[in-house]
């Protein structure tokens, strides 16, 4: 077998295992969906029945254990959705390509994500509105949401988060940009890897791998610059609508 072989005997097994990805995801669904309402009722009514009066202190504690299980349960439930999420936007179709203005797909991914950010980090904006690509908004959304959640997450004290939008050879360009701790350069190879994550069970390192193909879809590049203890800075561009 010589070298196109292999590349493309590795691109239909990922384009299966994809296919597979989602097909799991959309089984596991359903049944996630009632074994988390069935949690949140037990939860509440196992609560109610520790809050009685005239229990002995043996079932009170029984039922505190009881509410500590569910509980953990209930975070597992979470952690299984997120997952399902994320592997169903692995292989969803794209809607719409057109042309899309940089700086309306930040602004809407601020909103989206303006309920976590606002505790994080102070925005700051330097963008060229009439920077206009050829990308799927919805898209494109995610790529911005999926940044700007990594750059308020990585934030330990309160931090700034600077956009930008431009234009630079065909391309239009964003980028991301935080003053956190930044990423050490062993490890900046492998944040674009699936299941690459150092938040334990909060995160599923699905998030920048997914970036990285949807940008790679609309032809286009995302590119990692950091230094530990100086912040990160994620680049992307995508083809111009005009180019
Ligand atoms: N702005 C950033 N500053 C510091 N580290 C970062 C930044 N962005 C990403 N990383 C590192 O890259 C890892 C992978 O990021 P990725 O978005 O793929 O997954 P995640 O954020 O851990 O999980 P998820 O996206 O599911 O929440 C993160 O766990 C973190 O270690
Ligand atoms: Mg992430």
Known sequence: MDKDD???EAYSRLISVGLLAAGVAHEIANPTAYIKSNTAYLLRNIKALRDMPNLSGDQRNVLAE????LQ???????RIERLVHELKSYSRPSGTVGPVALADVLESAVILTW?????KADLARDMDTSVVVHADYGKVEEVAVNLLNNAADAMQT????????????GFGCFDVQDNGPGIPSDKQARVFEPFFTTKGKSGTGLGL???KKIVQEAGGTIKLDSE???GAKFTVC?????A
């Open 6 to 8: 292999l590349n493309i």
């Open 209 to 211: 791998y997914l970036c």
């Open 115 to 119: 309920n976590r950010l606002k505790y």
């Open 72 to 78: 953990e349960n209930a975070e597992g439930i979470v």
């Open 238 to 242: 995508i083809p111009l609508a005009d």
């Open 158 to 169: 309160r931090g700034r988060i600077t956009l930008r939008v431009y234009k630079r050879n």
């Open 228 to 230: 530990a203890g100086k």
């Open 66 to 69: 009881a509410l500590e299980i």
